[in-house]
Nanobody, 128 residues
């Protein structure tokens, strides 16, 4: 099982970036997500997506970030627009094999413990 992120970089506030996560080595998971971790802070869930297309977002990124997937390419994306300095962090891709067929089944999507597999992370730096 392997998750490999790419697309991070440095951008000025107000700019955009698109992160990608290539998944391999397992059948398509029930739930995938993007997390981020800033220096000195805990890892937090940013957005998630289920097989059925449910897409919860953290309040801090609603309206600015969009999570999507390309099943044919086994790739997860995070389109980030109107970036803010507080978005600076290492961004991680995560996958879970646990059933996620309703909003009730993904109530804990923002908890790292919900996920079984992790990528190595990609740095996003937003400057003012």
């Amino acid at each position: 099982v392997q998750l490999v992120e790419s697309g991070g970089g440095s951008v000025q506030a107000g700019g955009s970036l698109r992160l990608s996560c290539a998944a391999s080595g397992f059948t398509y998971p029930y739930l995938m997500a993007w997390f981020r971790q800033a220096p000195g802070k805990e890892r937090e869930g940013v957005a998630a997506i289920t097989r059925d297309g449910l897409t919860p977002y953290a309040d801090s990124v609603k309206g600015r970030f969009t999570i999507s997937e390309d099943n044919a390419k086994n790739t997860l994306y995070l389109q980030m627009t109107n970036l803010k300095t507080e978005d600076t962090a290492i961004y991680y891709c995560a996958a879970s094999a646990e059933s996620a067929d309703s909003w009730g089944a993904i109530w804990n999507w923002r908890l790292p413990s919900r996920f079984d597999y992790w990528g190595q992370g990609t740095q996003v730096t937003v400057s003012s």
